[in-house]
């Protein structure tokens, strides 16, 4: 059988690896060609993870498996299933954009921020990926070097602290994931996590690996209130970190709550499921009144994902197959939601090199084509029937609708919030007379950006007019998940 997965991680690595050597600026040229090659091969080899997926199974499809450190049982072990294959995909598809976006804009050390993309891509698949509990540790660790250099290097004014900031905050949630693989090794005598499903645990025991799984996968979705480092990290990013960012690095975390908290500790997370409902609902209410104040447009749409993030974390632990289903939908979603407006306000900033929203005004006069598309993002955004923005919060509104209406009522504010903020926003920076003469020289987008932000539309409107492809993909998977959480472990 084919080797996909491992294509999905190497080729993008190895991609890398040789763009790295074309390091001179006279080789920008030839870096960038390699990259995109490299970039579209990685998109290309994980199509058949889709097209040759059974959607009728729930087990692991398109398993790799070799012994690594066989003295302690560490394996190289891949697979995936209906939770997780969507997400390699994305993942790889957001990849070519961000090389595609980073085309004429990047001018220095072009080899290199295009390596730390292609490298970073391969690490996040291999987390999507690995079944094995250290392997999951090494990539989910290993991927925060790239997006590191890529904010310190190519960031904004303060990158250095931005940078910083990010690392400490999310290594220090890992190190205590740590501690509960190895807890788990020494009850199973196994790393692999489909596994450690099966492991028995007290419930004093659940709370203790509820809680260090919690801490780190909470402050890389980001929950309130660890999500302090994500602002920053947005503001300070260029476009290109930060579309991964907010499309893919989020994602990871609200994955872990589905591989690793769900399954491996049910007990645990139906007791303390009170708690991470409250907190959704102050990250979708709250921080949605944080955005709507911003002045800086990449840290409203920073707040904005905080805020659709906490419908992931409130459709999963309502414990129902639309909940969860829900919650997986708006992750799709929001990578190719969040991704479009970090990609709209990064064509502004190359023309007007400001993020500020008072800095604009009236830009469909000189840019009516990007006006057009930046409309039917800031509609996705906000939710819109149509558009994918709507798909994951109506099933997360609905499963909450049937577990308490005050809940689901509470959940649904929300969608006002996102159209207050979202259109707020886009009326300031695009309606009116034109506000200054760097406005008024602005020139509507070109073809490379036509296409690019043309692609990323047909995903959202397909998504939103046709979400059953996707869906379906999943449904199988959240069964059995399902089933698994249901059997206590005590």
């Not at 905050?169 to 090794?185: D, N």
């Not at 020494?186 to 690996?209: A, D, G, R």
């Not at 639309?322 to 939601?337: N, P, Y």
Request: proline share 3%; with cysteine; net charge neutral.
């Amino acid at each position: 059988m084919t080797p996909y997965l491992s294509l999905a991680i190497w080729v993008p690595i190895v991609a890398g690896v040789v763009v790295l050597g074309f390091s001179r600026d006279r080789d920008a040229g030839f870096a960038r060609w390699v990259a995109l090659i490299g970039a579209v091969a990685g998109f290309l080899v994980t199509i058949p993870l889709y097209l040759y997926f059974d959607t009728t199974t729930s087990a692991m499809q398109f398993v790799e498996y070799a012994n690594w450190i066989p003295r302690f049982d560490i394996h190289y072990h891949l697979g995936v299933d209906g939770i997780s294959v969507l997400f390699v995909l994305l993942n790889s598809f957001v990849t070519v954009l961000v090389v595609w976006a980073g085309w004429e804009v990047i001018t220095m050390r072009v080899a290199q921020y295009m390596a730390a993309f292609l490298i970073m891509s391969g690490l996040m698949n291999a987390v999507f990926a690995a079944l094995d509990g250290i392997l999951f540790y090494l990539v989910f660790e290993a991927m925060l070097i790239p997006m590191y250099l890529i904010i310190g290097a190519w960031g904004g004014p303060n990158r250095v602290y931005a940078a910083l900031k990010f690392f400490l905050y999310t290594i220090f949630g890992s190190l205590l994931m740590l501690v509960a693989l190895i807890y788990l090794y020494s009850v199973s005598e196994s790393f692999e996590i489909l596994e450690w499903y099966k492991v028995p645990l007290e419930m004093s025991t659940q709370i203790l690996l509820w809680v260090a799984f919690f801490l780190a996968f909470a402050v890389k979705v980001p929950m309130w209130p660890v999500h302090t480092w994500l602002p920053d990290a947005h503001v300070e990013a260029p476009t290109g970190g930060s579309v991964v960012l907010a499309a893919i690095t989020l994602k990871i975390g609200a994955y872990g709550f589905v591989r690793f908290i769900l399954p491996i500790v049910p007990d645990a997370s139906r007791y303390l499921s009170g708690f991470v409902i409250t907190l959704s609902l102050i990250a979708i209410v709250y921080i949605g009144f944080v955005a709507i104040v911003q002045a800086d447009m990449k840290k409203l749409v920073a707040y904005s994902s905080i805020s659709h993030m906490g419908f992931v974390t409130l459709g999963f632990f309502l414990f129902s197959q639309l909940g969860i289903e829900g919650g997986l939908a708006q992750m799709l979603s929001h990578g190719f939601v969040s991704a479009a407006m970090f990609l709209c306000i990064g064509v502004m900033y190359d023309r007007v090199h400001s993020r500020q929203i008072d800095a604009y005004g009236g830009v469909v006069n000189t840019m009516p084509k990007f006006a057009a598309f930046m409309m039917l993002f800031a509609m996705a955004n906000a939710g819109l029937p149509g558009t994918s923005g709507f798909v994951g919060e109506f099933l997360v509104i609905l499963a909450s609708v049937k577990v308490n209406f005050w809940l689901g009522f509470a959940a649904a504010i929300s969608l006002i919030l996102g159209a207050a903020y979202t259109l707020w926003m886009y009326k300031r920076v695009i309606f009116g007379e034109v506000a200054n003469e760097n406005v008024a020289k602005m020139r509507d987008i070109g073809s490379r950006e036509f296409w690019l932000l043309g692609v990323v539309a047909l995903a959202v409107l397909t998504m939103g007019v046709w979400p059953k492809p996707f869906i379906d993909v999943m449904h199988a998977s959240v069964a059995n998940l399902l089933t698994v959480v249901s059997q206590s472990k005590l």
